[in-house]
T-cell receptor
Framework: AQTVTQSQPEMSVQEAETVTLSCTYDTSESDYYLFWYKQPPSRQMILVIRQEAYKQQNATENRFSVNFQKAAKSFSLKISDSQLGDAAMYFCAYRSALRDDKIIFGKGTRLHILP | DGGITQSPKYLFRKEGQNVTLSCEQNLNHDAMYWYRQDPGQGLRLIYYSQIVNDFQKGDIAEGYSVSREKKESFPLTVTSAQKNPTAFYLC?????????????FGPGTRLTVL
């Protein structure tokens, strides 16, 4: 069964600095999708970024980018120029492209932004 | 505006009572999901439905039931058989079964058992 591991329960970063959130996953499949979701204090889940496993190029969305290492099964999220509004829980998620459409979530990393 | 609504935002229940959480979407999505969120546990899948009148158990279905009589509605009933129902419940939907598509989430319902 697939698993998603986020080894950092909490992290802090100074405003305007860069921070990287780690995520590793375990799968025997070659075709899948990876996601980072953000859950701010309002608890509304929002998609931050997604990555297709067959694409070697790392996805980017403005200040958010990923470092996708397929062989290492690693999918880290980099947030550049951190802003106070980035403070949230961040969840890494995996979804198979071959089987059913369940998304498997990690346990989350709580990110604090220090002014 | 298109989106997912969940009601109520906060819900209190006495032990031994069944309670139903509402989830409605006007995104014309085929697939809908229910998750439970506990501190330090991430999101755990309770039930999901890929088409009207069909649904599948997720990882923690015991003590819960669902129905999918309409495409836009996927209510979750927390029964008295659920031993520890106090949690935050999230409903989500997705356009179809394609893995590429993200899940869109509702604002959640906080259920507290008194």
């Amino acid at each position: 069964a697939q698993t998603v591991t986020q080894s950092q329960p909490e992290m802090s970063v100074q405003e305007a600095e860069t921070v990287t959130l780690s995520c590793t996953y375990d799968t025997s499949e070659s075709d899948y999708y990876l996601f980072w979701y953000k859950q701010p204090p309002s608890r509304q889940m929002i998609l931050v970024i997604r990555q297709e496993a067959y694409k070697q190029q790392n996805a980017t969305e403005n200040r958010f980018s990923v470092n996708f290492q397929k062989a290492a099964k690693s999918f880290s999220l980099k947030i550049s120029d951190s802003q106070l509004g980035d403070a949230a829980m961040y969840f890494c998620a995996y979804r198979s492209a071959l089987r059913d459409d369940k998304i498997i979530f990690g346990k989350g990393t709580r990110l604090h932004i220090l002014p | 505006d298109g989106g997912i609504t969940q009601s109520p935002k906060y819900l209190f229940r006495k032990e031994g009572q069944n309670v139903t959480l509402s989830c409605e979407q006007n995104l014309n999505h085929d697939a809908m999901y229910w998750y439970r969120q506990d501190p330090g546990q991430g999101l755990r899948l309770i039930y999901y439905s890929q088409i009207v009148n069909d649904f599948q158990k997720g990882d923690i279905a015991e003590g819960y039931s669902v129905s999918r009589e309409k495409k836009e509605s996927f209510p979750l009933t927390v029964t008295s058989a659920q031993k520890n129902p106090t949690a935050f419940y999230l409903c989500a939907s997705s356009p179809d079964r394609e893995g590429y598509n993200e899940q869109f989430f509702g604002p959640g319902t906080r259920l507290t058992v008194l």
